[in-house]
């Protein structure tokens, strides 16, 4: 899933995502995480589409990958 492009707008991958949210000292919330993922990798500033995706992935990041 590593290499798995998320937001195709602004060719961001799973891995891209993982690693903005590891420049967080701590994870608050998923909709907060959202947008520092979001100012970190522009996903989600295109067409919206995988808006819903993006936040799935920091869902299943931030739950350990379960």
Request: hydrophobic share 30%; glycine share 8%.
């Given at each position: 899933?590593?290499?798995?492009?998320?937001?195709?707008?602004?060719?961001?991958?799973?891995?891209?995502?993982?690693?903005?949210?590891?420049?967080?000292?701590?994870f608050a919330d998923?909709?907060?995480?959202?947008?520092?993922?979001?100012?970190?990798?522009?996903?989600?500033?295109?067409c919206g589409g995988?808006?819903?995706?993006?936040?799935?992935?920091?869902?299943?990041?931030?739950?350990?990958?379960?």
């Amino acid at each position: 899933m590593e290499n798995t492009v998320i937001c195709k707008c602004k060719n961001v991958t799973f891995h891209d995502v993982e690693n903005a949210l590891h420049q967080a000292q701590h994870f608050a919330d998923v909709e907060k995480e959202f947008e520092e993922v979001q100012k970190i990798t522009s996903c989600s500033t295109g067409c919206g589409g995988c808006h819903d995706k993006i936040l799935d992935a920091i869902s299943h990041i931030m739950n350990g990958g379960n």
